[in-house]
């Protein structure tokens, strides 16, 4: 059973940073990609950044370009997002996800497994 974990989320002021993390647990993901989503209060889920986890090449939404960094370390098994300069319009509940590859790293919601989701709040 696969089982993604988040956590790192918390209060930060704008202008700060944080790094989450993402535990993924169940199965070797090495032919799988990793996503991170954000969800803010009244709005629908959105792509944030995704990282193909053999190859460990990169994807961003343009809105995040120049602040957050996905990552993964194979060591522990652990998929990072560093976020940096953070604003007031980060805030949002954020998702770890993980699918296998099939051709292309998705940039939208098809992923097969989802965490639970770490609150970031980023106060003004």
């Known amino acids: 059973q696969v089982q993604l974990v988040e956590s790192g989320g918390g209060l930060v002021q704008a202008g700060g940073s944080l790094r989450l993390s993402c535990a993924p647990s169940?199965?070797?993901?090495?032919?799988?990609?990793m996503g991170w989503f954000r969800q803010a209060p009244g709005k629908e889920r959105e792509f944030v950044a995704a990282?193909?986890?053999?190859?460990?090449?990169?994807y961003y939404a343009d809105s995040v370009k120049g602040r957050f960094t996905i990552s993964r370390d194979s060591a522990k098994n652990t998929v990072y997002l560093q976020i940096n300069s953070l604003k007031p319009e980060d805030t949002a509940v954020y998702y770890c996800?993980?699918?296998?590859?099939?051709?292309?790293?998705?940039?939208?919601?098809?992923?097969?497994?989802w965490g639970q989701g770490t609150q970031v709040t980023v106060s003004s």
């Open positions: 996800a993980a699918t296998f590859i099939r051709g292309t790293v998705p940039t939208s919601n098809e992923y097969a497994y």
């Open positions: 169940g199965r070797t993901f090495t032919s799988y990609a």
């Open positions: 990282i193909s986890w053999s190859a460990g090449n990169t």
